[in-house]
């Protein structure tokens, strides 16, 4: 009986989790290894001993990865035929700029994310000033270092 309880207390707590993904995709994170612990619960004995025979167990198991794998194979299949390429024409000119216009050891600050692109693709070593990335600091003492 005591099995039973915990299997539908970790069932209960599995659809929670699948819920909050649901509303908060950043929570799939708490899904995904809860989902695979109950999906390894299929091979139990205790619980689908029901089924029948080992060999009728097994069959079933392997049907319903086989099912689970079809539909991964999909899933992987649409995703690499999604091809795009990022194009930011302001920044992409901006690196030219700084790869033509500047020394090697010229330090740039600005925006995070800008940041990032320059270090990337210039190899500039970069500075990020908290400023630029809080807008309640920009404002803070009533100026502006835009």
């Known amino acids: 009986m005591r099995l039973h309880g915990s299997m539908v207390y970790h069932s209960l707590q599995l ?33 689908f001993g029901w089924i029948g025979e080992k060999f009728k167990h097994q069959a079933v198991v392997f049907v319903i990865l086989a099912i689970m794998a079809i539909q991964g194979v999909a899933n992987l299949q649409a995703q690499w035929a999604v091809i795009g390429e990022f194009s930011n024409l302001p920044q992409e000119e901006l690196l030219d700029w700084i790869q033509e216009n500047s020394q090697p050891d010229s330090v ?10 320059v270090k990337l693709s210039t190899g500039r070593p970069i500075v990020n000033h908290p400023h630029y990335e809080d807008a309640g600091l920009r404002t803070s003492y009533g100026n502006t270092l835009y």
């Open 108 to 117: 740039f600050a600005d925006a995070m994310p800008t940041m990032a692109s």
């Open 15 to 47: 659809v929670a989790f699948t819920v909050l993904a649901v509303l908060i995709m950043r929570l799939k994170l708490f899904l995904t290894p809860h989902m695979c612990i109950m999906a390894s619960l299929i091979c139990s004995k205790q619980l």
